[in-house]
């Protein structure tokens, strides 16, 4: 009986059932606690199926996620490494070296949260303003709609201004709604997925500013592929996304905080979440010296893969990913010109470089679509999101896939799709 309850605690070379008798027999008066269906119990939960399938890496063309650069395998299965190791810290040293750059910043405040991109929303958001305080949202797409519902988990106050989805926000209209609302943060989009629009940002900083407002801007779908430049433009606090532009996978979001954001946080009222702590969490990244303090467990895998993905960022260099990444989407949308499809966008330099939202006449289905490219070109797509849901396809080349082989593949993939539908259902 022992022997058959002991041998379910094998693990590789290490069976349990074959430790000398000595040692059972401190087990069975020492420890048997350790080892509950010693006592006979058996299980209530008997273990999963858990068995792989078959599945081809698709080629990502959608928001987002992108396809890994090539040396992310290699990342993703290096060391674990852990605050005990000094490669650790070295680690954690490159990659804020790295997201200056990527950031366009020389602030110190700059690091890495542990969760997908919401967990930098929700990071700077709730560092930067308690209860009470007003929260200016520039609204266009789905992720302004996030910023608001988060704020107001907080208790922060929300104040919406709107625009449509088609469209960006002109410095004239956002300085009017600073000058009436006297907001403690101004929150902004600059790319976004949901609409596929971009927003001129250049001396929004000065305008906020001016009205004692601090500029909070997600950059999770254009960082490193439209133009962006923290310092320069005046943006106090910053966030993008791993899985986008950078093309790794998601779950480490990458944060930045300007001097007036820090000097807000440092006087702050209000405690924000634990997790999300910025005082702790410069601590832990070292932000401003010899720190080196335990904060939460970083991930091993996401810290290499964020280091491999800057890494290709500055053998690369900023302008030349800005200039691949304008490339690639100038040919898809060329292609898109001869195609019988309409860009939401209608002005062309409110288009974003990595999404475009494509609208497709009203007599295809959406999906079929989809599924067409999907399994024929094992390409994915995406339909619309939020405001953009039955509207528009959102397509996107991001990261490795920003190149004009890709653009082409794609809108091979579509052209092919929209005349054998045609065919088919029209
Ligand atoms: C996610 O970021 C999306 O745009 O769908």
């Known amino acids: 009986m022992t022997n058959i309850l002991l041998s379910r605690f094998s693990y590789n070379e290490c069976n349990i059932s074959e430790v000398g008798k000595g040692t059972l027999e401190y087990i069975r008066s020492h420890l048997k606690h350790l080892l509950p269906t010693m006592s006979g119990n058996s299980l209530t939960v008997s273990p999963a199926r858990i068995e792989d399938r078959e599945f081809k890496q698709p080629l990502?063309?959608?928001?987002?996620?992108?396809?890994?650069?090539?040396?992310?395998?290699?990342?993703?299965?290096?060391?674990?490494?852990?605050?005990?190791?000094?490669?650790?810290?070295?680690?954690?040293?490159?990659?804020?070296?790295?997201?200056?750059?990527?950031?366009?910043?020389?602030?110190?405040l700059?690091?890495?949260?542990?969760?997908?991109?919401?967990?930098?929303?929700?990071?700077?958001?709730?560092?930067?303003?308690?209860?009470?305080?007003?929260?200016?949202?520039?609204?266009?797409?789905i992720w302004d709609e996030r910023a608001?519902?988060?704020?107001?988990?907080?208790?922060?106050?929300?104040?919406?201004?709107?625009?449509?989805?088609?469209?960006?926000?002109?410095?004239?209209?956002?300085e009017e709604q600073l000058k009436v609302h006297r907001p403690a943060a101004l929150f902004i989009t600059h790319g976004d997925s949901s609409t596929g629009s971009v927003q001129h940002l250049p001396g929004l900083g000065d305008?906020?500013?001016?009205?004692?407002?601090?500029?909070?801007?997600?950059?999770?779908?254009?960082?490193?592929a439209v133009p962006?430049?923290?310092?320069?433009?005046?943006?106090?606090?910053?966030?993008?996304?791993?899985?986008?532009?950078?093309?790794?996978?998601?779950?480490?979001t990458p944060v930045a905080f300007s001097a007036r954001a820090e000097e807000k946080i440092k006087n702050r009222k209000h405690e924000p979440p634990f997790y999300f702590d910025m005082k702790l969490l410069a601590q832990q990244w070292n932000c401003y010296g010899d720190t080196r303090s335990y904060h939460h467990t970083l991930s091993p895998p996401l810290l290499w893969?964020?280091?491999?993905?800057?890494?290709e960022l500055c053998r690369e260099g900023l302008e030349q990913s800005w200039a691949r990444h304008a490339a690639a989407t100038a040919r898809f949308h060329q292609r898109l010109q001869t195609m019988p499809v309409?860009?939401?966008?209608?002005?062309?330099?409110?288009?974003?470089?990595?999404?475009?939202?494509?609208?497709?006449?009203?007599?295809?289905?959406?999906?079929?679509?989809?599924?067409?490219?999907?399994?024929?070109?094992?390409?994915?797509?995406?339909?619309?999101?939020?405001?953009?849901?039955?509207?528009?396809?959102?397509?996107?080349?991001?990261?490795?896939?920003?190149t004009l082989q890709v653009a082409d593949q794609v809108a091979d993939a579509l052209e092919d799709a929209l005349i054998t539908l045609k065919k088919g259902k029209l």
Request: charged share 15%.
């Open 207 to 224: 305008l906020c500013h001016q009205y004692g407002a601090l500029l909070i801007v997600d950059t999770v779908v254009s960082l490193v």
């Open 148 to 174: 608001c519902s988060m704020a107001t988990r907080y208790g922060i106050t929300p104040i919406v201004h709107s625009t449509a989805m088609t469209s960006t926000f002109s410095l004239s209209e956002l």
């Open 60 to 108: 990502l063309c959608g928001p987002g996620p992108a396809n890994y650069w090539p040396a992310m395998n290699d990342a993703l299965t290096k060391w674990v490494i852990s605050p005990m190791d000094d490669e650790y810290f070295w680690v954690l040293q490159d990659i804020r070296a790295g997201l200056q750059y990527a950031f366009q910043t020389s602030s110190p």
């Open 110 to 141: 700059v690091l890495a949260i542990s969760g997908a991109g919401h967990s930098g929303m929700e990071t700077v958001i709730s560092n930067l303003l308690g209860r009470g305080e007003k929260l200016l949202i520039a609204s266009r797409g």
């Open 305 to 311: 893969a964020l280091r491999c993905s800057l890494q």
């Open 228 to 252: 962006f430049e923290m310092d320069r433009w005046g943006v106090d606090a910053v966030y993008t996304s791993l899985q986008k532009g950078l093309s790794g996978p998601a779950g480490i």
């Open 342 to 402: 309409t860009f939401l966008i209608p002005k062309p330099e409110d288009r974003l470089a990595t999404v475009t939202t494509v609208v497709i006449p009203k007599e295809y289905d959406q999906l079929a679509v989809l599924k067409h490219i999907r399994d024929k070109y094992n390409i994915v797509i995406f339909r619309g999101l939020g405001p953009t849901v039955g509207v528009a396809l959102r397509i996107g080349l991001m990261g490795v896939n920003a």
